[in-house]
């Protein structure tokens, strides 16, 4: 019973977020920070929640129950370090896994580098808007020995912007009741539109194929 209580406040720890503060004070720093740096680090940890919890604390840190400058600081580093790790995780046992592996040829991997040396920059930047390729983009530019260098300026740019749209979002119109009562609408119509360059590169792509 606890065991599930657990997951489920894990899950779902932008709903949980108001107890949680409640219960460990300036602790929830803390908290934010692993919650964002696992979701980007660990390519196994898709499911932890990132866009919403972003915009839930701006939220609270609008009716000052938490510093905004401190979250800022304190996530976007977390979103930073996290792509990072899943970088060097990537690299470090990408190409083990392909020369084990039956169902990834050797040619999939020269393909995965030839397409992060083109399009790494943006695949990175548009990653971090769309949940589970957030968590997968970095890994994958590992896996493709995408430059650390060029990774690592992009996983930067990307960073900053994400948590700063998410979590100002939420500091300057959560309050309001009809974002309030849309976040979900909201998250997604941000997917969408972040995906359109992504979509018109594959269009672009594909008729330059044919």
């Given at each position: 019973?606890?065991?599930?209580?657990?997951?489920?406040?894990?899950?779902?720890?932008?709903?949980?977020?108001?107890?949680?503060?409640?219960?460990?004070?300036?602790?929830?720093?803390?908290?934010?920070?692993v919650v964002i740096f696992l979701e980007t680090g660990l390519v196994i940890m898709p499911f932890?929640?990132?866009?919403?919890?972003?915009?839930?604390?701006?939220?609270?840190?609008?009716?000052?129950?938490?510093?905004?400058?401190?979250?800022?600081?304190?996530?976007?580093?977390?979103?930073?370090?996290?792509?990072?790790?899943?970088?060097?995780?990537?690299?470090?046992?990408?190409?083990?896994?392909?020369?084990?592996?039956?169902?990834?040829?050797?040619?999939?991997?020269?393909?995965?580098?030839?397409?992060?040396?083109?399009?790494?920059?943006?695949?990175?930047?548009?990653?971090?808007?769309?949940?589970?390729?957030?968590?997968?983009?970095?890994?994958?530019?590992?896996?493709?020995?995408?430059?650390?260098?060029?990774?690592?300026?992009?996983?930067?740019?990307?960073?900053?912007?994400?948590?700063?749209?998410?979590?100002?979002?939420?500091?300057?119109?959560?309050?309001?009741?009809?974002?309030?009562?849309?976040?979900?609408?909201?998250?997604?119509?941000?997917?969408?539109?972040?995906?359109?360059?992504?979509?018109?590169?594959?269009?672009?792509?594909?008729?330059?194929?044919?």
């Amino acid at each position: 019973m606890l065991l599930a209580k657990f997951i489920d406040i894990i899950l779902h720890l932008d709903k949980y977020l108001g107890f949680l503060l409640q219960k460990y004070g300036v602790g929830i720093y803390a908290i934010l920070f692993v919650v964002i740096f696992l979701e980007t680090g660990l390519v196994i940890m898709p499911f932890l929640p990132g866009d919403s919890l972003l915009f839930v604390t701006g939220t609270i840190a609008a009716v000052g129950r938490m510093n905004i400058i401190i979250l800022f600081v304190f996530l976007a580093a977390a979103a930073i370090l996290g792509d990072s790790l899943n970088y060097w995780i990537g690299s470090f046992f990408g190409e083990k896994v392909f020369a084990k592996s039956r169902l990834f040829k050797k040619e999939y991997l020269e393909r995965t580098k030839d397409f992060y040396r083109k399009h790494g920059g943006k695949t990175i930047i548009l990653a971090r808007f769309i949940p589970i390729m957030r968590t997968f983009a970095p890994f994958v530019a590992g896996v493709g020995k995408m430059r650390y260098v060029r990774f690592f300026s992009f996983n930067v740019i990307g960073g900053i912007a994400w948590v700063a749209i998410f979590l100002f979002g939420g500091y300057f119109f959560g309050a309001i009741p009809l974002v309030k009562a849309n976040l979900a609408i909201i998250t997604l119509a941000i997917i969408v539109i972040s995906l359109i360059p992504a979509g018109l590169e594959f269009v672009r792509h594909f008729r330059k194929a044919s």
